[in-house]
């Protein structure tokens, strides 16, 4: 939120997204879920944080900080321009399971655990009681050893997260050219 980042690199990307290429929206993914104190010494002046802060604190100001730092950019874009979809992967999920304060336009989660069925029972439980369209994305992968997941296990999956209202799709690791890569093993 100090920092450049946002208003010389993410904030002109997206507008030139939607200017340039007509994009809709954007998924943003990695960014609160990322979030790790900042030690050096400007973020020390920053924040006001030190080393041996308790932790229950130090998760605080980080957590107060991403909030402000999504907001900064949500805003922005919808100012920019109202129709612009904005999607934070993960925000307002059991990663911030606080009410929602920031006005994104869909909340979105992915999961790649190897017990998928339910941690898309545990997800799509706490996202059916937001007031904000939703959906989930299954791995179609198990994340050990990069075997694809089982039919029946990608549908039990997929009930799970529509039973609950929300919508449901699957990541399959793409090869160079683009196709999906199916590598099962036994």
Known sequence: LEGKYLD?????????????????GVWIDGDCWAVAP???????????ITEDMPKRQ???????AYLRYLQKYVNELHN???DFKVISNWAYTTYIPD?????VDFLSGDYLHNNGVHEARYEARGLALRDIPWDLMAWGFEATRYADKSDIQLMQEAV?????????????????????RRKNFP
């Not at 900042?38 to 006001?48: H, L, V």
């Not at 130090?58 to 107060?64: A, E, G, K």
């Not at 009410?99 to 006005?103: A, H, R």
């Not at 799970?160 to 699957?170: H, I, N």
């Open 99 to 103: 009410k929602p304060t920031v006005n």
């Open 80 to 82: 920019y321009d109202p």
């Open 8 to 24: 010389d690199v993410l904030i002109p990307q997206m507008k030139e997204l939607r200017e340039e290429y007509g994009i809709a």
């Open 38 to 48: 900042d030690f050096s010494e400007k973020g020390k002046q920053i924040y006001g």
């Open 160 to 180: 799970m997260t529509l039973s609950m209202g929300g919508g449901f799709q699957v990541y399959t690791m793409q090869n160079r050219d683009g196709s999906a």
């Open 58 to 64: 130090l998760n605080q100001i980080m957590h107060d």
